[in-house]
Each structure stands twice: as C-alpha cells, then as structure tokens.
C-alpha cells in the first residue's frame, strides 16, 4: 500500500483560536482548562498547585472532521504541546493517540527566516508528501519548503482566530486525493 501523505497539526491557533476575543468564544467551541506540563513548566517560579490552568477553546466537531481525514492522510501532531497534545487534546476531540513530532530546538529562528518548525518538519517527512496547517506559515516556510522538499507539501495557513474551518479541511481533502493512490 502506498503510504498516505502526512498532515503535521498545529494545536494552538488551528485548533485552539487563542487570537479570538477573550470575551467572546468562537462559536462551536468549548472552553477547558487544562494544565500541560509545558505550562506548568513555564511557571516553575511558582508551586504547581497554584499554577492557574491555560485556557483552551477547543471544538468537537474538529475531533469528528480529523477522523475523517485520517482515510486519507497519516495525522501527526506538530506543536509545542507534544506528548501534551495526547494527553490532553485527542480525549477532549475524540481522537486516538497520534505520533508527536519531538522538537530538537523548539522556539529557535529557523533557517533563512522561517519559523522554527518548518526545516525540522522537511527533515521529519523525508521526501514525503505532506500538508501542514499552522498559524505560524509566512512567505519564507513556503520559499523553504519549495526549495528543500521535492515531494508535493501543501501549507495551510490557519488564522489563529478563527481556528480550523471547513475550507481548510475541503482544500486538504481534494489535495490529497490529487496525489492520488
Ligand atoms: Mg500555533
């Protein structure tokens, strides 16, 4: 069988619209609080139990649409939330545990000026085809990513207010299918 394409995802911003109003949750999404061990490590300044959880919106349909794209793409998780991304998103959507990503240098400017993410993700796929969806895609990842991934990639640009919506998962669908079986 011909190996699907993978589809790296980002949790906050795609999944987690942290741009949106404050006051105003995006519609579909519930709120949870939740206390990953990257936020906690973020506060080691303060004992944990008095760590105040971070605020995630997260919305269950995007749980039923990710299962759905699972027919057609290899889903890995590609965020700063890593092992937290399983431990704590994929039973709030619905998901089952997917492969992370493990960051070498998380947070550090990445090559010709990409964000940190994208020449480790080109070296993750190995020639793979792959789609990404990120809130943190510019001009350069795409530069980057043309010039050092000779298979197909597909950059999804996902704005950090709005989350995840069904234009995004139709563009990653028909790519898919593009490439065909
Ligand atoms: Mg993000």
Redesign the pocket.
């Known amino acids: 069988m011909v190996d699907r394409p993978l589809l790296y995802l ?5 999944l987690n619209p942290y741009r949106a109003k404050p006051e105003q949750r995006p519609r579909g999404y519930e709120t949870h609080r939740l206390l990953p061990q990257s936020w906690i490590a973020r506060h080691r300044d303060i004992p944990v139990r008095r760590v105040k959880p971070l605020r995630v919106w997260l919305n269950p349909s995007h749980g039923r649409t990710l299962t759905e794209l699972a027919e057609d793409f290899e889903l890995w998780w590609a ?1 700063t939330w890593e092992h937290d991304a399983n431990t704590h998103i994929a039973p709030v959507l619905g998901l089952p545990e997917l492969p992370v990503v493990e960051w070498k240098s998380p947070g550090c400017q990445g090559p010709e000026g990409t964000f940190w993410k994208t020449a480790e993700l080109v070296e993750h796929a190995a020639g793979r085809p792959f789609a990404w969806v ?3 895609i510019t001009t350069p990842d795409r530069r980057y990513i043309n010039a050092r991934h000779a298979a197909p990639a597909l950059l999804r640009f996902v704005h ?1 207010a709005a989350g995840l919506v069904e234009d995004d998962f139709a563009a990653l669908t028909s790519w898919a299918r593009t490439l065909g079986p």
């Not at 980002?10 to 795609?14: E, N």
């Open positions: 980002d949790v906050d911003g795609p965020t990120d809130d943190d950090p």
